[in-house]
């Protein structure tokens, strides 16, 4: 933190008053690429979009970014990535943080973020994209962003130093943008960056230095006759913080990311509180949550900062300050300098808050001087009604199907409910080799399988997973003989990746249990495109006796 609680100043910032001509009129707006940057190309053809503002985990990260992401985060991200395969990715979620750092240093291509092909230009950004960052970021990435050492054509980046405006439509609109996560005790630390950005170990969170810079930034660029709208990744309709910014810079629109929603929310404030009052209330909370911080660290903060960092920190206070006028005429509190006291913004400022990227956007159709929005998402998939099964009620970022991939344990407990509830009873050893059975044909398919052949009659799969290394093995499927209820003399193993699969191939001919195995890349379309007992129709392995 430079010995600070808080970072140095801007030295030079961009200029905040460049004007963006831009004949386009439909401005796409998207939540959570999450890395997948190819994805705004395909979403911008399917709008019909001549723009597209993007609200935060764009996939700001590169290949030396995986040294600096905490083991916490990265998890985070493979889970919910797109980049990486559905097979593998089942697999990184279950291994060693060590073995999940290895595959993805080792990946032949980008497993964290296409980032790294746009800054190469081997990809490029069809229309301009106007975005903030979002809590899963590499701060080192933004910084060289910053200081123009990394570029991408038509990619901006939204903060508190950067405003842009687009004469588009007939109408002057004029973006401000907020990045990272609104966390109360990080609001003076800016972790390992060295600018006013904030961030570290692979996520990114707003400062109040921040939001002091970006009401200079907006006071310096006030015009009444623009259209104001503020990009947040966080909601402001969940962080009261954010809510009195968008009141203290007088805009008219608000878009921030969802919570993973299927569906995109537009309201105002009037629309979801039935009073003035409850909307002041709301964000007296937010003020008196933030003073009581100040309160704590004042003396230290002031013992550090020079006056620009001061006059910052007095706009931030300036905004934590801000609140709607109470409509009771006793309260001498609210005695403001407005001619009325009903507060505009509690009818007239409009918030868009978005589903992830690949589930739904938002489109703002600006023609003639009239700002139109345009909904769409996938919504939930309410056919389960039709049947017994559960619906399951989060929903992962950027997941395609409506019911996210279930966990291991989870199908565990649905074969041992079937095998129980299948009109008779049974033992113990029957729903061990039900388990095994179903376990064979879901299983994902897996490009680091091999085929283990010649086990012997009662080896287990803890001993194959000893023998190839518990670190190295994603899974072990054994077959099971449906009359005997033995195994079939052979198995499939997933590896974690390729360097664990060509170890384990290297082990060809050893021997396990005074058996010498055969061990071979597996046919992956053998157990799954075959005819009955898992015979592909041109195979010519006998069927089991």
């Not at 001509?21 to 001549?50: F, M, P, T």
């Not at 949550?289 to 002031?302: C, G, M, N, P, R």
Request: hydrophobic letters at 35%; glycine letters at 6%; a negative charge.
């Amino acid at each position: 933190m430079n010995g600070s609680p808080i970072p140095s100043s801007v030295a030079s910032s961009p200029k905040p008053n460049d004007i963006l001509l831009v004949d386009g009129k439909r401005i796409l707006c998207v939540a959570d690429i999450k890395g997948s940057l190819s994805q705004l190309n395909q979403l911008a053809r399917d709008a019909n979009a001549h723009m597209i503002i993007h609200t935060g985990d764009f996939g700001f990260y590169e290949r030396a970014s995986l040294a600096r992401i905490s083991d916490r985060t990265l998890k985070h991200l493979i889970q919910y990535s797109t980049l990486i395969p559905p097979s593998i990715r089942t697999r990184l979620n279950n291994a060693p943080i060590d073995q999940v750092r290895r595959t993805i240093e080792t990946a032949p291509q980008p497993y964290l973020s296409e980032f790294p092909d746009f800054l190469s230009l081997s990809k490029q950004l069809e229309v301009p994209v106007y975005t903030v960052w979002g809590v899963c970021e590499d701060v080192s990435i933004l910084e060289k962003l910053r200081s123009k050492e990394y570029t991408i054509p038509n990619l901006h980046i939204l903060d508190e130093a950067t405003t842009h405006l687009l004469d588009v439509g007939g109408v002057k609109l004029r973006l401000f943008g907020l990045g990272g996560a609104v966390i109360q005790h990080k609001l003076f630390d800016n972790g390992d960056g060295t600018d006013t950005i904030a961030g570290g170990a692979g996520t990114m969170w707003t400062t109040a230095l921040q939001i002091g810079e970006l009401v200079e930034t907006a006071q310096k660029v006030h015009d009444p006759s623009e259209t104001r709208l503020l990009v947040t990744h966080a909601s402001p309709g969940r962080e009261g913080l954010l809510a009195q910014l968008a009141l203290f810079l007088k805009v008219d629109f608000t878009i921030s990311a969802g919570l993973h929603f299927r569906y995109g929310i537009v309201y105002n404030e009037f629309s979801t509180q039935s009073s003035q009052e409850l909307y002041r209330e709301r964000l007296l909370e937010s003020q008196h949550t933030f003073l009581a911080l100040w309160d704590s660290i004042k003396a230290q903060v002031e013992s550090y900062v020079d006056d620009h960092q001061a006059r910052l920190l007095q706009n931030t206070l300036d905004v934590v300050n801000r609140l709607p006028p109470s409509l009771d005429p006793s309260d001498d509190a609210s005695d403001y300098s407005h001619a009325s006291r009903e507060e505009s913004a509690f009818k007239n400022l409009w918030n868009f808050n978005l589903p992830d990227a690949a589930l739904g956007w938002i489109v703002l159709d600006v023609h003639h001087g009239h700002v139109g929005a345009e909904m769409k998402s996938q919504g939930f998939n309410f056919s389960y009604r039709r049947s017994s099964h559960t619906p399951y009620t989060s929903s992962p970022a950027l997941s395609t199907s409506t019911h996210p991939s279930r966990s291991y344990q989870d199908k565990k407990s649905d074969w041992v409910h079937d095998a129980h509830t299948n009109g008779h009873s049974t033992t113990d050893q029957d729903s061990q080799d039900e388990r095994h059975i179903k376990r064979q044909s879901s299983m994902p398919r897996s490009p680091f399988a091999i085929f283990v052949g010649n086990l012997q009659g009662d080896v287990t799969e803890e001993d194959i997973r000893q023998f190839f290394g518990a670190e190295s093995v994603a899974d072990v499927r054994i077959p099971m003989d449906h009359e005997t209820k033995k195994h079939k003399g052979h198995c499939y193993v997933d590896l974690v990746d390729n360097l664990a699969m060509e170890a384990a191939l290297s082990k060809n001919g050893q021997t396990l249990l005074d058996s010498q195995l055969s061990i071979n890349r597996s046919n992956q379309g053998e157990s799954r495109r075959g005819g009955r007992n898992g015979r592909s129709r041109n195979s010519m392995r006998p069927a089991p006796k």
